[in-house]
C-alpha cells in the first residue's frame, strides 16, 4: 500500500486530511489514484494511519482517515551514520540502502582523504537531494520514522558527535584483535538495559571514504572512546561497509 509521510503529527480525534505539493502530485500523476484507493499515512512518529482518497484536485488530495496503529518496523536502536564522503553519485545509493536497514541519521563526513568536496554553496542543494533520497527509501520500505540527512561536517565535528553516542565504532582495515561480532556480543546487555529503561540506545558508525582514513584521524578517534573493530578480512568498499555494519546491528538486536 502507497506510503506518504506528514511533517505535522495529526490530531488523534482528526478524521479528514489532505496532501499537497508533491506527494499530491505522486498520487494524481504516477501512482494514478482514484477516490476509494486506501493509502497509508505516517507523521513521523511512529503512527501509521489507514486513510482513503475522497476526491482528488489539482492542488489537493482530500483523504478520510481509519484506523491507527504504532509501527512496527523501527530498529530498537538509534542508529547514526558517519559517512565519509564518497565519490560520485555513491551517496545516493549509501543513502538508500542506510535507510532500508534502519538508519536514523546520516552525517556526510569531510575527511583528509574524501576525494569529493562540497563547497559550502552546494551544501544545501546536495543536503535537500539526499533528504528527498531518504524519505523516498523511507515510504518504499514502511518505515515509521523518517530519517534524517545532515549537512556535510568535518571529521572533528563527526567525532565530536559520535562520542555522545552509547557506543561508537570505527570499522578500520588495520584493527586486528576485536571483531564487530565480539563487541556486539559484550555490550548487548548494556545496550538491553538501557531499553529496559525506556530508552533507545544511540550506536554510531563510523566510514572511511575510499581512501580510508588519516593515522591521525583515527588516533583522535581512539583518544575520543571510539571502539575499533574489523569487519572481516576482507576490505569492503566504503559504499558496502555501513550497510554491512547496519545489517550487523539489525542481526544482533531487532526482534525477528
Known amino acids: 500500500m502507497p506510503r506518504f509521510f506528514v511533517e505535522e503529527e495529526i490530531p488523534a480525534d482528526a478524521t479528514l486530511w489532505g496532501i499537497s505539493g508533491d506527494d ?7 501512482l494514478r ?14 503512527t501509521d494511519i489507514l486513510a ?5 484536485t489539482s ?9 491507527r496503529q504504532e509501527n512496527q518496523t523501527e530498529s530498537p536502536l538509534e542508529i547514526w551514520l558517519f559517512q565519509g564522503l564518497p565519490k560520485s553519485d555513491k551517496m545516493d545509493t549509501i543513502i538508500q540502502k542506510a535507510v532500508e536497514l534502519g ?7 569531510a575527511c583528509e582523504r574524501s576525494v569529493a568536496k562540497i563547497e559550502a554553496k552546494d551544501a ?6 539526499w533528504n528527498k533520497i531518504a524519505r523516498e527509501a523511507a515510504k518504499q520500505c514502511g518505515r515509521g520514522l523518517l530519517p534524517l540527512v545532515n549537512a556535510p561536517v568535518s571529521f572533528r565535528e563527526a567525532i565530536q558527535l559520535a562520542a555522545e553516542a552509547d557506543l561508537a565504532l570505527i570499522p578500520w582495515e588495520s584493527e586486528r584483535d576485536q571483531s564487530i561480532r565480539r563487541l556486539l556480543t559484550a555490550e548487548e546487555p548494556r545496550l538491553l538495559a538501557l531499553q529496559k529503561q525506556g ?3 544511540r550506536v554510531a558508525i563510523l566510514i572511511g571514504p575510499e581512501g580510508g582514513y588519516s593515522m591521525a584521524e583515527v588516533d583522535h578517534a581512539l583518544a575520543k572512546g571510539l571502539e575499533p573493530v574489523t569487519l572481516g578480512r576482507r576490505i569492503l568498499r566504503t559504499e558496502t561497509a555501513g550497510p554491512a555494519v547496519l545489517a550487523m546491528l539489525g542481526y544482533q538486536f531487532e526482534p525477528f
Open 59 to 67: 492542488d489537493v488530495v482530500e483523504l478520510s482517515l481509519g484506523e
Open 103 to 109: 538508519v536514523s541519521r546520516i552525517v556526510p563526513v
Open 199 to 201: 530508552q533507545r540506545p
Open 124 to 129: 544545501v542543494r546536495k543536503t535537500e537531494r
Open 52 to 56: 482513503k482518497i475522497l476526491a482528488i
Open 24 to 30: 499530491a502530485r505522486h498520487i494524481r500523476t504516477v
Open 33 to 46: 489514484m482514484a477516490p476509494g484507493d486506501e493509502l497509508t499515512l505516517c507523521d513521523g512518529r511512529r
